[in-house]
């Protein structure tokens, strides 16, 4: 039999409970024995209960805490979240001054053992976790999160990847709701944070302007105060005014302590600077929570008009808010074990702008449904199904493309009738005009849309489109520049590329229908039917074999699709469907 190697080192995986009393040296002060005494009374009423209850031990007693171990993550967290809530009914009556109050960190490590301890990183990082704690809060590792998400009745609040002290590398670390009314954060303060911060809360900081050249920064002041407008234009989203921020201009800030006195979600900071005849903008995007950057751009222009340059600078920036915000807020919602119907939204809505394909509009429906289940008369929900329904039978996802339009239809006009100033509704709206014989139609509403939202790049774009259908492909280039202007990165990009490659297929010009369907599908992938459209082009060109390739492609991720679906729909269908035929595309 092998035999235990002398000085041999015992370990084990653990689940580890670091807790203290918060501000024990203090209460100690003021009174000794009495601290003392409640300090014992709470171990022995609440704690080692609690600890027994749930399959763990307590190592040892520091003095002002403890240390416990458990051979489970979930009762570890168990125990700490019911004797948190017992701590708190046996000391409700007493002053709050001089009440007892535990800090707590969990975390999961393989610890070292010995009789009366137990040692190593999972055991440090547990103490710290407990020190970055509220008092009456619960801290836990992403290690912990993961193994405990959707088992313990309790939402977690994602504070992000924390330095902890003494801790090589930084942990993310999550807070355990208190009394169901949200999530504990760092800092002890009573004050709003930004964890319980409003969805889509940012403040807009003035503008740096590097350099100093006065007539610079009217043109700083002019960019951030636009921007704190035309932000505030989208939906749901609550921006803090211009008089507020401006009373930060040129003060060194921390982030985190600024969000919480705010009660906002997110800071945008930027920069503008001018050398010689061009112009840089530096902007970010930071997480009023953890400080972190989420997002940064930087782009140069050469000086002209200062009015259009604000004017292109702002939508720009604002576009590209638009997305990140979304992105963000999607994130935030993953991680919640009881996510409200907007949390949902901002999932669909994140869903749909990774492409338009099957898979993800389906995603996308089931986040907007489950929106709507929880709450029928959430009009972000309404916008994002009607999207949904309206680009499915857009682009062909579906063979019964007739019926997902007059969804489309029948959900948008609802929302317009509860919302008429929806500027992304009157788009939609517009868009299953174009699908269903209505192109000219649909240019009122897209102007209505642009009335309302000067920012709505895709607005342009789809006046484009319906010229398109009108057979006038010649004047579709310069909508989708418009575009292209306000919104160069925006998530639709791929699509407003085939626009025009569709257009220039109208006019037949088939090489130039390829370079710039090709663009479609370098900025995105994930855009079924434009592999088909490709195919066709090719094809026609005499390409067959790439054309037959880049089908199988749009197969790949669209394998329902066939020429009958595509056979009554869509402007110059003759020439299309010939070279679909050739590259390869099934009858159906």
């Known amino acids: 039999m092998e035999q235990d190697q002398p000085g041999h080192v015992g370990r084990r995986l653990a689940a580890i409970v670091a807790a ?14 009495a601290t003392h005494a409640r300090y014992t009374a709470l171990l022995k009423d609440a704690i080692e209960p609690a600890i027994a209850e749930h399959g763990g031990r307590i190592v040892k007693s520091t003095g002002d805490g403890f240390l416990a171990e458990f051979p489970s993550a979930v009762e570890a967290v168990r125990a700490a979240m ?20 535990f ?37 836990i590792s992403s290690s912990v999160y993961d193994q405990v998400r959707g088992k313990v009745g309790v939402e977690f609040a994602d504070l992000g990847e924390q330095n902890l002290k003494n801790i090589a590398c930084p942990v993310r670390v999550y807070a355990a709701g208190r009394d169901g009314a949200g999530p504990v954060t760092k800092g002890g303060s009573t004050t709003p944070n930004p964890s319980s911060a409003p969805r889509l809360s940012l403040v807009v900081l003035p503008f ?11 043109f700083a002041d002019g960019v951030t105060e636009s921007l704190t407008t035309d932000l505030s234009r989208i939906s749901g989203a609550f921006v803090i005014a211009r008089n507020t921020a401006f009373t930060f201009k040129g003060k060194a800030l921390d982030v985190k302590k600024l969000g919480r006195e705010l009660n906002v979600r997110y800071v945008l900071e930027g920069s503008l600077q001018r050398s010689g005849n061009r112009l840089r903008v530096n902007v970010q995007l930071v997480d009023a929570a953890t400080g972190n950057h989420l997002w ?20 720009r920036l604002a576009n590209a808010l638009d997305a990140e915000l979304v992105a963000a807020e999607a994130l935030r919602a993953k991680h919640l074990v009881h996510p409200d119907a907007m949390d949902l939204v901002f999932q669909g809505r994140s869903c749909f702008n990774r492409g338009l394909i099957p898979d993800y509009m389906t995603q996308a429906r089931r986040f907007f449904e489950q929106a709507l289940a929880l709450d029928p008369e959430n009009i972000e929900a309404m916008v994002g199904l009607a999207r949904v329904d309206q680009n499915l039978g857009a682009s062909l996802m579906t063979d019964d493309r007739s019926a997902q339009l007059a969804a489309a239809e029948t959900t948008i006009t609802k929302v317009l009738f509860l ?13 299953v ?10 240019i009122a509403e897209f102007e209505q849309a642009l009335a309302l939202d000067r920012n709505l790049a895709r607005a342009h774009a789809l006046i484009g489109l319906a010229k398109l259908f009108l057979g006038r492909g010649e004047e579709t280039e310069a909508h989708v520049n418009e575009a292209f ?91 299309l469907i010939e070279g679909m035929r050739l590259a390869g595309v099934p009858e159906g």
């Open 103 to 139: 800090r707590v960190g969990v975390n999961i490590g393989d610890v070292i053992v010995e009789p009366h301890d137990i040692f190593g990183d999972g055991v440090n990082i547990a103490a710290r976790l407990e020190s970055i704690s509220e008092p009456g809060g619960i801290c």
């Open 20 to 33: 203290d009393v918060a501000g024990y040296s203090r209460l100690m002060g003021l009174d000794e024995e």
């Open 485 to 575: 202007r306000l919104s160069p990165r925006d998530t639709f990009v791929p699509e407003w590329l085939i626009y025009v490659g569709l257009a220039k297929a109208q006019l037949g010009a088939d090489a130039e229908a390829v370079s710039w369907m090709r663009r479609g599908l370098d900025a995105n992938r994930n855009y079924s039917i434009a592999h088909f459209f490709l195919g066709a082009e090719l094809a026609r060109l005499g390409e067959l074999e790439q054309a037959r390739t880049v089908v199988q492609a749009g197969l790949a991720l669209d394998p329902d699709f066939t020429l009958h679906r595509f056979r009554t729909s869509g402007p110059g269908n003759k020439r």
């Open 296 to 315: 940064a751009e930087r782009f140069d222009k050469p000086v002209a008009d200062l009015f259009d340059m604000q004017d292109e600078i702002v939508s």
């Open 433 to 442: 005009q174009i699908f269903t014989k209505r192109a000219a139609q649909s």
């Open 208 to 218: 740096a302007n590097i350099g100093g050249d006065p007539e610079q920064e009217y």
């Open 419 to 431: 919302a008429p100033n929806h500027a992304s509704a009157h788009a939609i709206l517009g868009s």
């Open 82 to 101: 019911q004797f948190q809530t017992r701590i708190k009914e046996l000391t409700t009556a007493e002053a709050e001054d001089r009440r007892i109050v």
